[in-house]
């Protein structure tokens, strides 16, 4: 009898035991966590409004900019983000774009449509641009972006908001991207930075609107 008093004790211990465990694994994976990098709409009007408004980005060209909803876009996107004009892309000489940020709700982070031109100011086809943007140099090589899927990144469509046609970056690999970076909707206008740096050198973007700008002097 005391042998099967003993035994249960045992067991009633190790049960507890095994109960701390595992409520402490769950803790301390909770704090482990990715910062959440998944944004709303509203967080991503309020993060583009920041990142106008900051001097170093002003002067590189950005506007916060309020697009015309086509008749049957989603009312429920919102048609507020960032315009950068005549930006001069590195992947291919005497090329520019006209890029814009705006607000995917399918995947809740921030899209990249643009549209490149050559000396000509003839419209540069999504195929030609894969053939010059800065790929992995093998396709075995994995991407933040694009995985080992390079021609699924880049793609040619409609404007999301203005049904223009446009290029966009697919953004199904952006959220995955952003919580290697560790920013979220509370690291204000730096989220968009962080999103260009990858974005943005994907495509040849200028470095210095693809970085975050450099401190100020204290005086």
């Known amino acids: 009898k005391l042998q099967f008093l003993y ?23 909770r704090g482990n ?67 814009n940020i705006c607000y995917d709700p399918v995947f809740s982070v921030p899209k990249l449509c643009f549209l490149a031109y050559d000396k000509e100011d003839d419209i540069i ?26 021609d699924a990144v880049l793609s040619a469509g409609l404007h999301p908001i203005t049904s223009n046609y446009t290029i966009n970056l697919h953004p199904c690999e952006t959220g995955s991207a952003l919580s290697l970076m560790n920013v979220s909707a509370s690291s204000g206008w730096l989220y968009i930075t962080s999103f260009l740096s990858l974005h943005g050198n994907f495509i040849g973007m200028p470095s210095e609107m693809c970085v975050p700008p450099p401190p100020r002097a204290v005086d």
């Open 7 to 29: 035994f249960i004790v045992l067991t009633a211990c190790q049960r507890d035991i095994y109960l701390l465990v595992v409520s402490f694994k769950k803790k301390c994976a």
């Open 33 to 99: 966590k990715p910062k959440k990098t998944m944004i709303s709409g509203e967080e991503f009007v309020a993060i583009c409004d920041s990142f106008a408004g900051e001097q170093h980005n002003k002067k590189l060209g950005w506007v916060l900019k309020e697009w015309e909803r086509a008749p049957h876009a989603d009312p429920d996107l919102p048609h507020v983000g960032l315009e950068a004009r005549n930006v001069v892309l590195s992947i291919g000489e005497g090329l520019k774009a006209d890029i």
């Open 125 to 150: 086809r999504a195929d030609k641009l894969l053939s010059l943007c800065n790929l992995p140099d093998s396709v075995s090589e994995s991407h933040p972006l694009i995985g080992n899927q390079p």
